[in-house]
C-alpha cells in the first residue's frame, strides 16, 4: 500500500484531530462556525503537520458544496479559472468551496483572480499556509477572510498519536510488534510537534525493524535513534521559522540565559545556518553588550573569524565561548539608543548646517557676520577638552546618549564629569 500512514490514519471527525483545543475545543470559536454550517472564507495558518489540511477536509464533507483542491506549489491560473467555471453551473448549484493549500505560493495575480469571486460569495475559501498569511497573502484577499492559527501539537498528544499508529498497523497488516519502552515518546519528541512526520516515522520504523525468532518485529529505541537524525529539526531558511529561530537566539543572550542561547546556537549548527549564527552573535555583542563591556567586540569578533576559519564541527567550539560570553557580559543598549534618537532627528529634518569652527574650509565668504574659524583645538587643554558647539544649531545642547548603569560606562561619565568641572 502506497499511501502514507498518515493518510491512512488521518482523523475523520473533529473529535479524532490531534491537539488544536485552543481553535476545536465546543466553545471555541472555529467549531461553533464549523457546527453552525455556514461557512466564512477562512485562512490556516502554522507550521506543517498540525492538522490544518485535515479540518480543512472535514470541513468540506460536513458542507453541501462542490470541492476543489488546489496545491499552490503547482496550481496555476488555468486551474483557477477551470474551478470558477463551474460557478452558475449544475455541479456549483450548492456553492464552490476550493480548499487551497500553500497559499503563500500563489501570486498576486493568482490571488486577485480569486478576489471577484469570493467577494460576491460565488466561491468560498479555505487557505492554508505555513508562512505568516499577514506578509504572504493578499491585503484585498486577507480582508476577507478569518485566519486561525493552528500550533504544535504537545508532546503527549503527538505519543498518544504514535501509539495508534502502531497498533492501526498491527491490525491492518496483521504484524505483531513489539514496542521498546519510550520509543513513543522518543518519535513524538523527534517530530517537534508535527503529527504528520510523526505517524510517518511509526511506519518507517515497523519497515526498518528486525524480528525475532517468533517473527515479531521488534523497534527499539537504537532503531528510533537511527532513523531520527535531525528529523526534530524544522527550518526554513527562507520562512518563519528561520526568523523565529535568529530571533530567540538574539534575544536569550540579550536576556543573559545562557541556556537558551546555547540551544539556539545548536539549532542553527545543526541546520547547518553558520553565517546566520555568527552575525547574530555579533550584533548581539555590539548591540545588547556594547559599551557595557566594550573589549567584548573584538574577543567575539576573534572567535567568528576562527568559526569561519576552521569549518564545522570545530566551528561550535568558539561559538559557544561566544555566546556565553555576551549571556554572562553586563548589558548596554545605550549607543544603540542615542543611535536611534539621533536617526529619528534627521529623519525629521533636524540637521542645519555644520557649526562654523567645524567646517573643513579656512576662509569666510564676504557674507559671513564673523570672519575665522575659531576652531579651539582640544589638546591643547587641560584634560584634553574645551567647550565648543559641535551640534548644529537646530539641534544645541540635544542630549542623545545616556551613560548606562554599568560600572564601564558610570566610570567614564565620572571621569569627564570631573574634566569637565575643572574647566569651568
Request: glycine fraction near 8%; charge should be negative.
Given at each position: ?49 498540525v492538522g490544518k489540511t485535515t ?17 499552490g506549489t503547482t496550481a496555476s ?181 545562557p541556556n537558551a542561547a546555547i ?162
Amino acid at each position: 500500500m502506497n499511501t502514507p500512514l498518515a493518510d491512512r490514519l488521518r482523523p475523520q471527525t473533529l473529535e479524532d484531530v490531534v491537539g488544536q483545543r485552543h481553535l476545536l475545543a465546543h466553545d471555541k470559536a472555529l467549531r461553533r462556525i464549523i457546527e453552525g454550517g455556514k461557512i466564512p472564507n477562512l485562512i490556516f495558518y502554522g507550521p506543517s503537520g498540525v492538522g490544518k489540511t485535515t479540518v480543512a477536509r472535514i470541513i468540506a464533507e460536513r458542507s453541501d458544496m462542490r470541492l476543489h483542491k488546489l496545491n499552490g506549489t503547482t496550481a496555476s491560473t488555468a486551474d483557477i479559472k477551470q474551478v470558477i467555471a463551474e460557478v452558475g453551473t449544475l455541479a456549483g448549484a450548492g456553492g464552490i468551496l476550493l480548499y487551497l493549500d500553500e497559499i503563500q505560493y500563489f501570486t498576486k495575480k493568482q490571488q486577485q483572480t480569486l478576489l471577484e469571486h469570493i467577494e460576491n460569495g460565488n466561491v468560498t475559501l479555505i487557505a492554508s499556509t505555513t508562512e505568516n498569511p499577514y506578509f504572504y497573502v493578499y491585503g484585498a484577499l486577507l480582508s476577507r477572510s478569518t485566519v486561525f492559527e493552528f500550533k504544535p501539537v504537545d508532546i503527549a498528544d503527538v505519543e498518544k498519536a504514535v501509539e495508534r499508529g502502531f497498533a492501526f498497523l498491527e491490525q491492518e497488516q496483521g504484524l505483531t510488534v513489539s514496542v521498546e519502552e519510550g520509543v513513543a515518546l522518543r518519535i513524538a519528541r523527534l517530530s517537534g510537534g508535527d503529527v504528520r512526520k510523526s505517524i510517518n516515522m511509526v511506519e518507517l520504523s515497523v519497515l526498518s525493524a528486525s524480528p525475532d525468532e517468533t517473527g515479531t518485529l521488534c523497534v527499539t529505541n537504537e532503531l528510533v535513534a537511527q532513523l531520527g537524525t535531525k528529523t526534530a529539526l524544522k527550518y526554513d531558511r527562507e520562512g518563519d521559522e528561520h526568523y523565529d529561530l535568529l530571533s530567540a537566539f538574539q534575544k536569550s543572550m540579550r536576556g543573559s540565559d545562557p541556556n537558551a542561547a546555547i540551544h539556539y546556537l545548536a539549532r542553527l549548527l545543526e541546520a547547518g545556518d553558520l553565517p546566520s549564527a555568527c552575525r547574530r552573535l555579533m550584533v548581539c555583542a555590539a548591540e545588547d553588550v556594547g559599551l557595557a563591556y566594550p573589549h567584548i567586540l573584538p574577543i567575539v569578533k576573534a572567535a567568528v573569524d576562527m568559526a569561519l576559519q576552521v569549518g564545522m564541527p570545530e566551528a561550535r567550539i568558539p561559538l559557544a565561548d561566544a555566546v556565553i560570553l555576551v549571556c554572562q557580559s553586563p548589558k548596554s543598549n545605550s549607543a544603540y539608543l542615542a543611535l536611534d534618537a539621533a536617526t529619528a532627528d534627521i529623519r525629521a529634518g533636524k540637521s542645519g548646517p555644520f557649526p562654523r569652527q567645524l567646517q573643513n574650509k579656512h576662509y569666510d565668504g564676504e557674507d559671513a557676520v564673523v570672519k575665522g574659524q575659531h576652531y579651539l583645538y582640544p589638546h591643547s587643554f587641560e584634560g584634553h577638552w574645551v567647550e565648543q558647539q559641535y551640534l548644529p544649531d537646530v539641534l544645541k545642547n540635544t542630549v542623545y546618549y545616556t551613560p548606562g548603569d554599568n560600572k564601564t560606562e558610570q566610570g567614564f561619565a565620572a571621569y569627564w564629569q570631573a574634566v569637565k568641572s575643572r574647566r569651568k
